[in-house]
Structure formats: C-alpha cells, structure tokens
C-alpha cells in the first residue's frame, strides 16, 4: 500500500473531536449483538482516561433502522433526535458521542438539515415542545466513539500490554479495516480522513503495532444495508456483498476485520458462518473464519483486558486464534461463563467453520 | 447444508479480470468493424429471424465484449446471414462477417 499519497489526504480531513465531558448514547442493536464493546468503551474512557462520560437511561433508538428501512419519515426522526439532544442539555452536556455509526449519520444529517433550511429547525422545535414540552440545544461538537478512541490511541498505547505483533513470526498483525459506510461516505468532512481515505480505524491499527491491509473491495458496503437484510427473503443481497468482501480480502490473508459500526461486525461475523453453512466456504486459513473485531474490543484486547469480559465469546467466528498469535492469554474453560459464574451454555458446532479448541 | 428461507444472490459485476474475453479477441482480430460498434439496435430491430426467434445481435456483442455470451452457440444457428443488419447499421459494422467469425472462432476455440 502505498501510503504516502493518502497520509496528505487524510491530513487535510481532520476534524474536531472533543477531549472530555461526553454525553454517550448506547445503539439499540450493539447491545445484544456485542455487548462487550460499549462498557469496555466506558471502562477505557472512564477507568483508564480518567473522563467524565454521562449516560441517560432514557435515551432512544435514534431510529435510524426503520428510517433506513423506509418506514418512518424524515420529520419524526428529527424529532426522536431533538429529543435525544434535549436530553444531553437538560444533564448540561454539550460533546454527544454516539456509538452507533447509524446514528451517526444520521445525526450528522439532522443537523446538516438544520443547517442549510433553517425553517425546518423551528419545526421540529415546535413538534417536540408539543409532544415532550422539551428544549434542546444542538452539540457543540458531534463525534463517533471511535473518534474518541482514535483521539486518545496514544494514551492507549502508552497504557498498552500488547501490540498487534505476532509473536511466533514477529510481523505485526494484518488487519483489514471496515470503517461503514454511515461514518463519512455522506460527510466526508465528519469522518478523521474522510470518506476515500478514512483514518479513524487505520490509525488505531498503525498505532498499535498492526499492518492496514488495502484490498480491492475494502470500500464495498458490509450487507447490512437495512431493506437489503430486514426481510429475510432479500437477504441474498446482503450476504452476497459481505461474500464478495470476503472473496476480495482473502488472498491477502488478514489475521483480523476491524470495524465500526454495529452492522458491520454483526454482518462480517454471522456471515462467514452463514457462507460456511450454504457453500461450505471458509475464509482463514484451516477451515477457520476471519475474526471480526469492533474497535472497543481491539482497545480492550491491547490493554490487556480478559477477552471474555469485553465479550469475545459472543462471536461466531472464534477469535482464540488471533489472542493466541499476539499472546493474549485466556481460559477456555471460562469462555462460556457469565459475569456471576453461572453457565450460559455452549453454541451447537458449525458444520464447516472450525470451531477453535486452543 | 443449512436451508435459512434465501440464497446468496449471484455477482452482477462485470469482471473483465476473470471472464473468458478469447471470443471477443479473436472477432476484433478478424473483423475490426467490432470495434465501432455502438450498442445502437438497429440491427436487431431489422431482423427477420430476431423476430420470430430470440436472435438479438445487439446483445450478443455487447456480451461477448463482456465475455459473458454464455449461449452463443445456440444462439447463432437462429441467424439465416441475410444481411439486412449490415445495410441497416449507421455505423457499417460488417455484421454478417461479425457472425461468421463467431462460427469459426466456436469451431477454433471450442466454445
Ligand atoms: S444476417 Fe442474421 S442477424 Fe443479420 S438480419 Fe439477417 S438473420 Fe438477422
Ligand atoms: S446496428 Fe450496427 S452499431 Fe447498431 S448495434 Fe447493430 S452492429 Fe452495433
């Protein structure tokens, strides 16, 4: 890769994200689909940065689904999104980080709506103040979670116990990246290098230690695409686009996917088992998966985090392999364990995709 | 195999990498006027046997030029090489002697 070029580029998108007091909103789907990676944000951004991040247990979906999926308009997304920013004024916050690339984009819409027709602004203020009786201010500053984590990289590495480093042959991890389409297609300006070179995640990987491995179809959509997997009958469309993903990145043999958004890591995981399942294809080496990481969970693993505390055995592809190539210990035996000991039961074996032993 | 309720729908990208683009090589050697042509229709709009059978010559050569005329062979033997394509075409593609290269290059490659 030649990266020179793009390092300009990436300069020249670089935007503001802010460095304390967050007002933090969860996503409706991450929760069940990792729900590891927002309380290891919490826990990096709190325990080890030392920030003030503040939750509302009465924040909702941002709607973002059923928007995308065509079945609610324009006007009442405005609204649940006005309420949410009511929300973060009425705790007197002002940086909103959400962690959802879906909400993301969509707040970023939202606002960017504001911006340019005003009049419909004071609509949704009156449409909120009827409903809610409620007030807002708009943030003063709009990031993704993993713009904060890509801020503080180096405070992160310098707390590190890993680097993405493998240490049977010494080269760093290969990683792929797969920033979402919502994070800076629609605004290139709202992502860390906008939307042909975007950093944010190619940045966590060079700081600590891995390769950013380009491939043909790095760009291509992951399948979520909401009307392409909501009705399951479509869903040939979606699992055909993380394939041709997958068929793309496979002959640079990646030891992992990083990605942003909530969709992706769900579609790029469940997938490959849902591939092995119909054509009996695998993508790693040995009849194993390519594990698919979020970004917390990344974080999380170089600070030496135990994997199964930020949620690695959720996952369909088994991620043992990689913690075994970068040393990350962990205990098998404890992988189905739930927080208070109880067993949460072990997952029936895949027919084609290895389930990994250690 | 597990049966989920849908299928992985097949690629609808043209990959000019991996399709097999020897058919539209060995036209383009042997009948230059390939190359001029501009999808236009005339010809397939004019003849006889496309319009009692599906013979489309349009189409054909914009699948070969994709490497994708998968039916060529049966497709072919629907043409009687009466010539009205060629005095139609705006561009004067030599259609017929297009269609009898493809008969020779199915012979020679062994489509
Ligand atoms: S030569 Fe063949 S393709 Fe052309 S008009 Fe006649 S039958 Fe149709
Ligand atoms: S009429 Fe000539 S230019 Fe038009 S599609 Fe046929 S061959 Fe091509």
Known sequence: ?358 | MIDFGYNINADRQIDYDRNDRRLARYILEHEPTFRICISCGTCTATCSAGNFTYLNLREMIVLIKRGEAKNIKSDIEKCMLCGKCQLACPRGVNTRNIILTINRAIERLDF
């Not at chain 1, 916050?93 to 962690?99: G, K, L, T, V």
């Not at chain 1, 993993?146 to 590495?157: A, M, P, Y």
């Not at chain 1, 290139?188 to 940045?203: C, D, H, N, T």
């Open chain 1, 1 to 358: 890769m030649n990266i020179e070029g793009k390092r300009v580029i990436w300069k020249e998108y670089q935007k503001e994200i802010a460095d304390d007091h967050y007002f933090y909103v969860r996503s409706c789907v991450r929760q069940s689909f990792f729900p590891g990676s927002e309380t290891t944000f919490l826990r990096i951004l709190r325990d080890e940065l030392g920030k003030d991040v503040y939750e509302n247990p009465f924040h909702t979906t941002c709607t973002g689904i059923a928007y995308h999926g065509d079945i609610l308009p324009f006007e009442t997304t405005m609204t649940v999104i006005a309420r949410q920013f009511a929300l973060m004024t009425e705790a007197g916050y002002e940086n909103y980080i959400p962690s959802c690339i879906t909400s993301f984009g969509l707040y970023s819409e939202v606002l960017d709506t504001w911006h340019h027709f005003p009049e419909i602004e004071k609509k949704v203020r009156d449409f909120l103040k009827k409903a809610t009786g409620k007030e807002f201010e708009k943030p003063k500053n709009l990031a993704h979670a993993s713009d904060i984590i890509f801020k503080f990289r180096k405070e992160i590495t310098s707390k590190a116990k890993f680097k993405l480093v493998n240490r049977f042959t010494g080269d760093p991890i290969k990683v792929v990246e797969h920033i979402g389409c919502h994070y800076s297609k629609m605004f290139p300006s709202k992502g860390v290098g906008g939307a042909e070179y975007p950093y944010v995640l190619a940045g966590l990987i060079e700081e600590w230690g891995g390769d950013v491995i380009d491939y043909p179809e790095r760009r291509h959509c992951c399948g979520f695409g909401f009307r392409q997997y909501l009705i399951r009958a479509n869903r040939g469309y979606s699992i055909a686009c993380s394939r041709k993903k997958f068929e793309s990145m496979q002959p640079y043999k990646p030891d992992a996917i990083l990605t942003n958004c909530p969709g992706c890591p769900y579609f790029l995981d469940r997938w490959q088992y849902a591939i092995s399942e119909m054509e009996g294809k695998t993508y790693g080496v040995d009849g194993q998966g390519i594990p698919v990481l979020t970004y917390e969970e990344l974080a999380g693993m170089v600070l030496g985090y135990d994997p199964w505390d930020i949620g690695l055995q959720i996952h369909q592809v088994p991620v043992e392999p990689l913690l075994d190539k970068i040393g990350i210990p962990y205990d098998s035996q404890k992988k189905f364990q739930g927080k208070n000991g109880e067993n949460l039961g072990q997952p029936a074996t895949a027919h084609s995709l290895t389930f990994y032993q250690g």
